[in-house]
């Protein structure tokens, strides 16, 4: 996992306190960073779970999934534009090209509202 070879587990656990939804890829890094990153649920019972551990693991595991269908839009929304898709330029303009990706989709957004209201 990228996050634990390039030492940012440390960064996470001396940074500010923010939590950070991840997906199921990131099992254990919570325990790692004092609770700082989110991860969905993990399965106790993996032969023949109890009724009552089905319903509690499908109740946490639908709440996290909520919040988190957030950040998936927004990943979905920037894999959109070919320039992410399919980046072959140089990765030090990445974080530009992501601003750059960013600032449009937002006045996109906000123009699409904009027409909304005038109809």
């Known amino acids: 996992m990228w996050i634990r070879y390039l030492g940012l587990v440390r960064h996470l656990v001396n940074g500010p306190a923010l939590k950070i939804l991840a997906d199921a890829g990131y ?3 919570g325990a790692q960073t004092g609770g700082r990153v989110v991860t969905p649920p993990h399965r106790k019972f993996k ?5 009552w551990y089905e319903e509690i693991y499908e ?3 639908k709440a996290h999934s909520s919040r988190r269908i957030r950040v998936e839009h927004g990943i979905a929304h920037l894999k959109n534009w070919r320039a992410l898709a399919r ?6 303009h990445m ?13 996109q957004q906000t123009t699409t ?6 109809r």
């Open 95 to 107: 974080s530009d090209i992501i601003q750059a990706v960013a600032g449009l989709l937002s006045h």
């Open 47 to 51: 032969k023949s779970p109890p009724d």
């Open 87 to 92: 980046h072959h330029g140089r990765r030090e």
């Open 59 to 61: 109740r946490q595991r």
């Open 27 to 29: 099992q254990g890094l």
């Open 113 to 118: 509202r904009a027409d909304r209201r005038l």
